[in-house]
């Protein structure tokens, strides 16, 4: 089954969802002693480990043989006959690690079918020549993405007990593929977007989110007439519907917008009114991969507007940071504080400002923990600690300048930053130093991944490894000692 829809609509919810029910909640049928889930892989955009399909056969041979025991030994004596099975191409493992494992069981007919789900297809956007090598070296969305689905269908082919869930966006080149053969004769598509009544949905979230913001504010003084708080209504049943048409029935979009109006720092009455007064959205201003709503990349824009002129460019360079980085913490830096610490002293910042830069985005970036939402992909199932970025929608917005324009990050300007402050603080380490400053660990482990992602000029990587040495010869101790050359 395909399961599509737009961006907020819930797919990932779903998929989290049904996961949870049949791995959790006993089999309705009491002759079932097994969970009906075989697999899962959420593919996820700014996550390093999931936005390829480098870890996918592998995962979900992994899971296939927790799920059906039979399959261990199979799937062991497969990399144990070929260690170097795991560097092989995605379709050798497919049939290495899961195919013929399969095929090698005696009473294949006697195991009950298992659920295999994968969400998120349209956020597998790299190779699974990762994304060491420079993008150019990459294969497109569009094939690699197509190339999951062939992976999948080649499963399927082989009549195995297995049946699929894909969860995706209805981009143009995957909805063509699913209607073409083969896949058009096997599959069942269901697009969420005609389940249920989404404007009534986000009619009564908005409604109960506004009431809950109106009970905190104070009624407007410079109004004549409007003296008595109860006579104020906020925002107006005008307002409201206007809002309401805005979102389309996003419920993406509704609940970023209560996001951004819930600032104990700012007048939510003003922070509406701006919204809806701000530039209109035009379909010409979409990209072609990504999505089609071009209200909610507009609504990025008047977010980021809404903070103080001088923050902005730190602002910026904060969030290229953040996407540059993200998936290089150790497990102890989970939350967004800590993980900016490290950032703020690499880039050179005073410390806190890199906070302080971003505190009025909190609509679109987890600055605190956050449990729930109304968002796509809330909850615990598919996310990591490391999801600073509440929907990724805004990352695209980010990376895309034909909808950010001048709130575009540039991600190579961000990794020569954070590469030359790792350079810098590596060069004050001797044999003698004590790793333990969260920087230090964080400059050891990144700096390889920063220097790979930097597309260097003829002249400009001597340059930087010259401008190191002359740094680690004056701050080192060891190399002044013993006069290492330059």
Not at 139 to 145: G, S
Not at 227 to 244: I, N, S
Not at 415 to 444: I, M, N, P, W
Request: hydrophobic share 35%; net charge negative; with cysteine.
């Amino acid at each position: 089954m395909w399961v599509h829809a737009p961006a907020g609509y819930g797919k990932t919810a779903v998929a989290g969802t049904v996961a949870d029910k049949m791995e959790l909640e006993p089999p309705e049928d009491p002759r079932l002693d097994f969970s009906p889930l075989g697999a899962t892989f959420f593919f996820w955009r700014t996550s390093h480990e999931r936005n390829n399909p480098t870890r996918f056969v592998v995962t979900l041979a992994y899971q296939l043989a927790l799920s059906i025991p039979e399959l261990t030994t199979k799937i062991e004596d497969a990399v144990d006959q070929n260690p170097m099975i795991l560097r092989k191409s995605l379709e050798v493992q497919l049939t290495k690690l899961i195919v013929e494992p399969f095929k090698a069981l005696a009473s294949i007919d006697e195991i009950s079918n298992r659920l295999v789900i994968v969400d998120g297809l349209d956020e597998c956007i790299n190779s699974d020549q990762e994304s060491r090598v420079e993008k150019k070296y990459a294969e497109d969305q569009e094939k690699v993405q197509i190339r999951i689905l062939d992976l999948i269908y080649t499963l399927q082919s082989h009549k195995l007990p297995l049946s699929f869930l894909v969860l995706s966006r209805p981009e143009t080149w995957i909805k063509r593929h699913f209607e073409s053969r083969p896949l058009r004769d096997v599959t069942e598509v269901l697009d969420l977007y005609e389940v249920g009544d989404h404007l009534k949905d986000v009619e009564k979230f908005l409604r109960d989110e506004l009431s809950r913001i109106a009970e905190s504010l104070d009624p407007p003084s410079d109004e004549p007439g409007l003296e008595d708080a109860a006579e104020v209504e906020w925002p107006g049943e005008k307002t409201l519907q206007t809002l309401l048409s805005r979102t389309g029935g996003h419920i993406l979009y509704a609940a970023t917008v209560v996001r951004h109006l819930d600032d104990p720092y700012d007048d939510p009455r003003k922070r509406l009114t701006d919204i809806l007064h701000g530039t209109a959205p035009t379909e010409k201003s979409v990209h072609p991969h990504s999505t089609p709503f071009a209200s909610l990349y507009e609504l990025y824009r008047q977010i980021i507007k809404s903070s103080p002129e001088g923050h902005r460019p730190v602002m910026i360079e904060v969030l290229e940071d953040l996407l540059a980085s993200k998936s290089y913490f150790d497990p102890g830096i989970d939350q967004l504080p800590a993980a900016m610490k490290i950032l703020d002293h690499l880039s050179g910042r005073t410390p806190g400002r890199g906070m302080k830069a971003i505190r009025g985005l909190h609509a679109v970036v987890r600055l605190t923990p956050e449990k729930g939402g109304a968002e796509e992909g809330a909850g615990d199932h598919p996310r990591t600690l490391k999801d600073y970025f509440i929907h990724s929608s805004f990352v695209e917005f980010l990376q895309t300048p034909e909808v950010s324009r001048e709130f575009a990050v540039d991600g190579r300007k961000s990794f020569r930053r954070l590469l030359s402050g790792c350079l810098e603080s590596l060069s004050s380490v001797t044999l003698d130093t004590k790793v333990d400053a969260q920087h230090l660990r964080f400059a050891l482990t990144a700096w390889p991944t920063f220097w790979s992602h930097t597309a260097w000029g003829p002249s400009e990587e001597e340059e930087c490894l010259k401008q190191n040495r002359t740094n680690y010869k004056r701050e080192s101790p060891y190399a002044s000692e013993n006069g290492l050359p330059s």
